[in-house]
């Protein structure tokens, strides 16, 4: 807009002036030049000067014609100042961001901070998207119809949503609810319970088998229960077996002999029994005592759950009988191996084979262990013999037994193929801390009932056999008529 040109007095006729005279013209106060209505009327004056030359009008213009209060201006300045530097700010947010980010997977973002005029659409390059918005607009709209009970739907028993049809296109949609699917899915979610849990190829697409909901979580809650049921009888059996066993005082024990030298490793348990566990090791030295390069460490527990029966065969016994009394079981568990190593020394002095004692420390009896390699040497039953085998292990045992009673004085009283290994085919005695003298008052029930156990195992193998009869007489010397029934039983 040209604002009116002030012009200073200039000379008629002046040679200098090629133009000639100007048209003398006042210059208007400042008031005039302030006053709203003669610049409304110069912007008339504009506007129709722009219609008349048919020439798009500025934005500025457009937006007075718009308006008709005297501050129409000033909002729409302020409008398009506020929306300048809302543009500035969201590049500086988003070079910002784009700087933190980089690479990285983990992206940053400012959208909390970002400022939307709200007087202000976007810019004609959103445009695209904000069609796109109206388009996603219309499809929830469609969905919203979709589920709003309007359009037909249909429901399983249980109240859950199974499928749904759009009202118009007649074509079904499948959730996860439905019965087919989440038998499908419960069927491939069984091979996943514990390996314990026999459930069998229910998964294969060859089967196609489904599995109700109900099936399916009774299914799961039984298998969690037998877990669970598993771990304990797990854990009972080790502490019944390992834990009463290698208390705090017994690790003491063995602790000490590793520091003394006397054992250079000690390592996992070989066999567990009623009465005691026995542990692999490896020898050091000892003073006046050769230690094997193998031992065996024989653990008796600690306990009488496991062997309530021990007092039968010590209490009569006129070795230990003055010892034993009303004492507390460690007590009672150190005379039980202390008698399995007198009567190993015994039957080592005879020329028995058996494991040779190396020490005894309270219920810790040290051992030759009877094997190679860290690999004990297996127990009677769990070796398949041969027939000759077989022989030569039964005349092997008769001869042991005769051996034991007459040099040794002693009867195994618990004789039988789990008592008894296989090494290097021949015949190893263990096990015998319930071994009582011939003058214990049960010694010849003991006897006869070794007898009976060797001559049972044996005829399994077809091995000519003495009757139990005929063979506790070899052993014991005493010519008891066989015919008389009545002694034996």
Same mark, same amino acid.
């Given at each position: 807009?040209?604002?009116?040109?002030?012009?200073?007095?200039?000379?008629?006729?002046?040679?200098?002036?090629?133009?000639?005279?100007?048209?003398?013209?006042?210059?208007?106060?400042?008031?005039?030049?302030?006053?709203?209505?003669?610049?409304?009327?110069?912007?008339?004056?504009?506007?129709?000067?722009?219609?008349?030359?048919?020439?798009?009008?500025?934005?500025?213009?457009?937006?007075?014609?718009?308006?008709?209060?005297?501050?129409?201006?000033?909002?729409?300045?302020?409008?398009?100042?506020?929306? $300048?530097?809302? #543009?500035?700010?969201?590049?500086?947010?988003?070079?910002?961001?784009?700087?933190?980010?980089?690479?990285?997977?983990?992206?940053?973002?400012?959208?909390?901070?970002?400022?939307?005029?709200?007087?202000?659409?976007?810019?004609?390059?959103?445009?695209?998207?904000?069609?796109?918005?109206?388009?996603?607009?219309?499809?929830?709209?469609?969905?919203?119809?979709?589920?709003?009970?309007?359009?037909?739907?249909?429901?399983?028993?249980?109240?859950?949503?199974?499928?749904?049809?759009?009202?118009?296109?007649?074509?079904?949609?499948?959730?996860?609810?439905?019965?087919?699917?989440?038998?499908?899915?419960?069927?491939?979610?069984? #091979?996943?319970?514990?390996?314990?849990?026999?459930?069998?190829?229910?998964?294969?697409?060859?089967?196609?088998?489904?599995?109700?909901?109900?099936? &399916?979580?009774?299914?799961?809650?039984?298998?969690?229960?037998?877990?669970?049921?598993?771990?304990?009888?797990?854990?009972?059996?080790?502490?019944?077996?390992? #834990? $009463?066993?290698?208390?705090?005082?017994?690790?003491?024990?063995?602790?000490?002999?590793?520091?003394?030298?006397?054992?250079?490793?000690?390592?996992?348990?070989?066999?567990?029994?009623?009465?005691?566990?026995?542990?692999?090791?490896?020898?050091?030295?000892?003073?006046?005592?050769?230690?094997?390069?193998?031992?065996?460490?024989?653990?008796?527990?600690?306990?009488?759950?496991?062997?309530?029966?021990?007092?039968?065969?010590?209490?009569?016994?006129?070795?230990?009988?003055?010892?034993?009394?009303?004492?507390?079981?460690?007590?009672?568990?150190?005379?039980?191996?202390?008698?399995?190593?007198?009567?190993?020394?015994?039957?080592?002095?005879?020329?028995?084979?058996?494991? $040779?004692?190396?020490?005894?420390?309270?219920?810790?009896?040290?051992?030759?262990?009877?094997?190679?390699?860290?690999?004990?040497?297996?127990?009677?039953?769990?070796?398949?013999?041969?027939?000759?085998?077989?022989?030569?292990?039964?005349? $092997?045992?008769?001869?042991?037994?005769?051996?034991? &009673?007459?040099?040794?004085?002693?009867?195994?009283?618990?004789?039988?193929?789990?008592?008894?290994?296989?090494?290097?085919?021949?015949?190893?005695?263990?096990?015998?801390?319930?071994?009582?003298?011939?003058?214990?008052?049960?010694?010849?029930?003991?006897?006869?009932? =070794?007898?009976?156990?060797?001559?049972?195992?044996?005829?399994?193998?077809?091995?000519?056999?003495?009757?139990?009869?005929?063979?506790?007489? =070899?052993?014991?010397?005493?010519?008891?008529?066989?015919?008389?029934?009545?002694?034996?039983?």
């Amino acid at each position: 807009m040209e604002s009116p040109v002030l012009t200073s007095s200039i000379k008629c006729g002046s040679p200098k002036n090629p133009w000639g005279c100007p048209n003398r013209e006042t210059a208007p106060s400042l008031m005039t030049v302030m006053d709203e209505e003669l610049a409304r009327e110069m912007d008339k004056t504009e506007i129709q000067m722009w219609d008349d030359k048919t020439v798009e009008k500025p934005v500025e213009i457009c937006v007075n014609d718009m308006h008709d209060s005297d501050t129409a201006n000033d909002l729409m300045l302020a409008q398009m100042l506020q929306l $300048q530097f809302d #543009e500035e700010y969201e590049k500086c947010l988003q070079a910002e961001e784009n700087r933190m980010n980089g690479t990285s997977k983990v992206s940053i973002s400012f959208d909390n901070y970002r400022k939307i005029h709200p007087g202000i659409l976007e810019s004609d390059s959103s445009s695209s998207s904000n069609e796109d918005m109206e388009y996603d607009d219309e499809d929830k709209n469609e969905k919203k119809k979709q589920f709003s009970g309007r359009g037909g739907k249909s429901s399983s028993g249980g109240g859950r949503r199974k499928r749904y049809q759009s009202s118009g296109s007649g074509k079904n949609i499948t959730t996860k609810h439905d019965a087919e699917v989440c038998g499908r899915k419960n069927a491939k979610n069984i #091979e996943k319970f514990p390996p314990s849990f026999a459930a069998g190829d229910v998964g294969s697409k060859e089967l196609d088998l489904k599995i109700s909901n109900n099936v &399916y979580n009774s299914l799961k809650q039984h298998s969690i229960k037998e877990e669970k049921l598993s771990y304990r009888l797990h854990e009972k059996k080790e502490h019944s077996t390992h #834990e $009463q066993a290698l208390d705090p005082k017994t690790r003491l024990l063995l602790y000490k002999l590793v520091n003394a030298e006397i054992l250079d490793e000690i390592n996992g348990c070989i066999s567990t029994g009623k009465e005691a566990c026995v542990f692999h090791a490896f020898g050091g030295k000892m003073e006046n005592t050769t230690v094997p390069h193998e031992c065996a460490i024989k653990v008796f527990k600690t306990t009488l759950n496991e062997f309530k029966t021990r007092d039968r065969y010590i209490k009569d016994d006129h070795r230990f009988k003055d010892r034993l009394g009303k004492q507390n079981p460690r007590k009672t568990i150190k005379l039980w191996a202390e008698k399995e190593m007198c009567n190993l020394s015994r039957m080592c002095h005879a020329g028995i084979r058996c494991p $040779q004692v190396v020490l005894l420390k309270k219920q810790v009896l040290v051992m030759s262990f009877i094997g190679s390699n860290q690999l004990p040497a297996p127990k009677l039953k769990d070796v398949v013999l041969t027939s000759s085998q077989a022989t030569q292990a039964y005349e $092997q045992c008769k001869e042991m037994m005769c051996t034991m &009673y007459e040099k040794c004085n002693l009867i195994h009283a618990d004789l039988s193929e789990y008592n008894m290994l296989w090494h290097e085919n021949n015949l190893y005695f263990i096990d015998v801390s319930q071994s009582v003298e011939p003058r214990h008052p049960h010694a010849l029930e003991f006897l006869y009932r =070794d007898c009976r156990n060797v001559t049972s195992f044996f005829e399994k193998f077809g091995v000519e056999v003495l009757s139990a009869e005929n063979l506790f007489n =070899d052993v014991s010397k005493l010519n008891i008529p066989v015919d008389c029934k009545g002694i034996f039983i």
